[in-house]
């Protein structure tokens, strides 16, 4: 494999919302490399403006960055002004370092994966606290609610948030097409085994998405979302050792702060793997109180509407004037590596010829 090759293979194991590798990529030298984003936001209600896509591509970009030094390579990347934001592309210039640098976090690029099951409530050390927000970097910082009062108001606002989630017509269109029925591991999608549910009820479930009417009579007369968000909601919103916040020091604004974001993100993340901790996202809360800020509805139903600017105003009370300045919020401890995870796309599939 060539070492352009070799940089982008261990790169693409980004992380992206519904594992979507908002990412192609156009080798037009062993120096250089475009690399062709998308959104998803026409087709997910998730991907408001196209912001978590770009969160993720920040994340790819970073692994590039990571992955070149790594072999003793570095770097640069630019985005192209003239692409359109939904389909935005980045010249990556590669050379050989002159003055090579270690890329400790290099080894943990293809072990970091979510996890969505229960965490020990052991609380984080100082030092636990100080790599990942010194990982974040100079234009991030990292916002904590570790106190079990605190993680109980999280988790309260997460169990809420997951009815409106679950509810939503809009969402169960997204949830049908992400997630692989059946399975521990998947290139392109969320395999059911990774989501947190148990067993019995990862079953129910596959049978009850098959349709939305099946969704929609459970919802209204089996209290359907009840086992689902007590065991993907309350229960890891609690276990845990703390939630968090990354707060960008000046609110974002453009695609290239949320490009920014995500390179902080994943180097927070990658400290933490390396560290022994599981994290997981919890960016919903975020989305929704997006939307709830814009004035833009996102679904049909009013009722819904409603219930998501509840959740703004919960989601305020808890992170204040943060709000304004939050790129990305998740929960973090320490905990057994998955089991069932995300796997990725085959390069060769993703090299556009
Ligand atoms: C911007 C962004 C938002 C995400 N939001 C969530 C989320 O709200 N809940 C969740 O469980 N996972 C979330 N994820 C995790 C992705 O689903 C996960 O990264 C993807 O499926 C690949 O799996 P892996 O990270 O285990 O390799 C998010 C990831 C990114 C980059």
């Given at each position: 494999?060539?070492v352009v090759?070799?940089i982008?293979?261990?790169?693409?194991?980004a992380?992206?919302?519904?594992?979507?590798?908002?990412?192609?990529?156009?080798?037009?030298?062993?120096?250089?490399v475009?690399?062709?984003?998308?959104?998803?936001?026409?087709?997910?209600?998730?991907?408001i403006d196209g912001?978590?896509?770009?969160i993720a591509?920040?994340?790819?970009?970073?692994?590039?960055?990571?992955?070149?030094?790594?072999?003793?390579?570095?770097?640069?990347?630019?985005?192209?002004?003239?692409?359109?934001?939904t389909?935005?592309?980045?010249?990556?210039r590669?050379?050989?370092?002159?003055?090579?640098?270690?890329?400790?976090?290099?080894?943990?690029i293809?072990?970091?994966?979510?996890?969505?099951?229960?965490?020990r409530?052991r609380?984080?050390?100082?030092?636990?606290?100080?790599?990942?927000e010194a990982?974040?970097g100079?234009?991030?910082?990292l916002?904590?609610f570790?106190?079990?009062?605190?993680?109980?108001?999280?988790?309260?606002?997460?169990?809420?948030?997951?009815?409106?989630?679950?509810?939503a017509?809009?969402?169960?269109?997204v949830?049908?097409?992400v997630?692989?029925?059946?399975s521990?591991?998947s290139?392109?999608?969320?395999p059911?085994?990774?989501?947190?549910?148990?067993p019995?009820t990862t079953?129910?479930?596959?049978?009850?998405?098959?349709?939305?009417?099946?969704?929609?009579f459970?919802?209204?007369?089996?209290?359907?979302t009840?086992?689902?968000?007590?065991?993907?909601?309350?229960v890891?919103?609690?276990?845990?050792?703390?939630?968090?916040l990354?707060?960008?020091?000046t609110p974002?604004?453009?695609?290239?702060d949320y490009?920014?974001?995500?390179r902080?993100?994943?180097?927070?993340?990658?400290?933490?793997?390396?560290?022994?901790?599981?994290?997981?996202?919890?960016?919903t809360?975020?989305?929704?109180?997006?939307?709830?800020?814009?004035?833009?509805?996102?679904?049909?139903?009013?009722?819904?509407?409603?219930r998501?600017r509840?959740?703004?105003?919960?989601?305020e009370?808890l992170?204040?004037?943060d709000?304004t300045g939050?790129?990305?919020?998740?929960?973090?401890?320490?905990?057994?590596a998955?089991?069932?995870?995300?796997?990725?796309?085959?390069?060769?599939?993703?090299?556009?010829?």
């Open positions: 494999m060539r090759e070799r982008l293979d261990l790169a693409r194991w992380p992206s919302g519904d594992n979507t590798q908002p990412w192609r990529f156009e080798i037009l030298a062993d120096d250089h475009v690399i062709h984003g998308f959104d998803t936001r026409e087709r997910c209600l998730y991907d912001r978590p896509s770009q591509l920040g994340a790819l970009i970073e692994n590039i960055a990571i992955a070149a030094r790594s072999v003793g390579w570095e770097a640069a990347t630019t985005r192209r002004g003239d692409a359109p934001e389909l935005p592309r980045f010249d990556v590669l050379r050989e370092a002159a003055r090579p640098e270690e890329a400790p976090l290099a080894q943990f293809e072990a970091r994966s979510v996890q969505r099951r229960p965490l409530t609380p984080l050390t100082a030092a636990e606290k100080s790599a990942i990982a974040a100079p234009d991030h910082r916002r904590w570790e106190s079990f009062p605190a993680r109980r108001s999280v988790a309260t606002l997460l169990f809420h948030n997951a009815k409106l989630r679950l509810t017509p809009e969402a169960y269109a949830h049908r097409d997630i692989a029925w059946h521990a591991f290139d392109d999608r969320v059911d085994g990774a989501i947190g549910l148990d019995m079953r129910l479930m596959a049978w009850v998405m098959r349709s939305w009417s099946r969704v929609a459970f919802n209204r007369y089996l209290a359907g009840l086992v689902p968000r007590i065991e993907l909601d309350l890891p919103g609690l276990a845990c050792a703390a939630h968090f990354i707060v960008a020091r974002p604004a453009t695609i290239d490009v920014s974001a995500g902080a993100m994943q180097r927070a993340w990658l400290t933490a793997t390396s560290l022994g901790l599981q994290l997981q996202p919890e960016m809360p975020l989305i929704f109180a997006m939307y709830v800020r814009a004035g833009r509805r996102f679904s049909s139903e009013d009722a819904l509407w409603d998501a509840e959740l703004a105003q919960r989601f009370q992170a204040g004037s709000m939050a790129v990305f919020m998740g929960r973090v401890g320490e905990g057994p998955p089991r069932a995870r995300s796997l990725r796309r085959p390069l060769a599939d993703l090299i556009l010829r």
